[in-house]
């Protein structure tokens, strides 16, 4: 999938092999994350819920910076320069969501290349800490996590930016 449509969400596949089971899962969050933030100008992204500080825009930065730490820095090794706070650094609502979508490509990339070598159960070749090696497989799984939690944190700020909800 490489573009977000507004619910046009990829479906996990059923019966799969597991690294096609893990992307597919992640895939349908990602594109859910994209459905909750789609549309929005500063103002939306800016929103927040009571007395917390998270909003949309601070979450499209987050999960840029956790993409291209987990996927891109410390699984393939590769420098990536992650802002401190994206959000702020990322020039309007536009480039923020085209940062997010970049991150996704790059670690897209990085996984499609790691299934095509060593698997899922490839190490991380620059894991924080060092003494604590992950697999390919445990970062897949950490990131559905995280796109799940998040996905919820998302469904509340969506629905008091425009009354949105879904899913």
Same mark, same amino acid.
């Given at each position: 999938?490489?573009?977000?449509?507004?619910?046009?969400? #990829?479906? !996990? !596949?059923?019966?799969? #092999?597991?690294?096609?089971? +893990?992307?597919?899962?992640?895939?349908?969050?990602?594109?859910?994350?994209?459905? *909750?933030?789609?549309?929005?100008?500063?103002? /939306?992204?800016?929103?927040? %819920? &009571?007395?917390?500080?998270?909003?949309?825009?601070?979450? +499209?930065?987050?999960?840029?910076?956790?993409?291209?730490?987990?996927?891109?820095?410390?699984?393939?090794?590769? #420098?990536?320069?992650?802002?401190?706070?994206?959000?702020?650094?990322? /020039?309007?609502?536009?480039?923020?969501?085209?940062?997010?979508?970049?991150?996704?490509?790059?670690?897209?990339?990085?996984?499609?290349?790691?299934?095509?070598?060593? &698997?899922?159960?490839?190490?991380?070749?620059? !894991? *924080? #800490?060092?003494?604590? !090696? %992950?697999?390919?497989?445990?970062?897949?799984?950490?990131?559905?996590?995280?796109?799940?939690?998040?996905?919820?944190?998302?469904?509340?700020?969506?629905?008091?930016?425009? &009354?949105?909800? &879904?899913?």
């Amino acid at each position: 999938m490489s573009g977000f449509v507004l619910g046009d969400r #990829p479906d !996990p !596949p059923i019966a799969a #092999p597991e690294a096609e089971t +893990l992307v597919g899962f992640l895939e349908f969050q990602r594109a859910t994350f994209a459905w *909750k933030c789609a549309g929005l100008r500063a103002d /939306g992204l800016a929103t927040r %819920v &009571g007395v917390s500080t998270m909003t949309l825009g601070g979450l +499209l930065g987050h999960l840029t910076a956790v993409e291209d730490s987990w996927f891109t820095d410390d699984f393939a090794g590769r #420098p990536v320069v992650i802002a401190d706070d994206p959000w702020a650094a990322s /020039g309007g609502p536009d480039a923020l969501h085209a940062g997010w979508r970049a991150a996704v490509e790059r670690s897209r990339a990085v996984v499609a290349e790691a299934l095509a070598g060593e &698997g899922l159960g490839a190490v991380a070749r620059d !894991p *924080k #800490p060092a003494d604590r !090696p %992950v697999t390919l497989r445990w970062i897949l799984v950490h990131m559905i996590e995280e796109y799940a939690r998040h996905n919820g944190h998302a469904d509340l700020l969506r629905e008091v930016v425009d &009354g949105a909800t &879904g899913e």
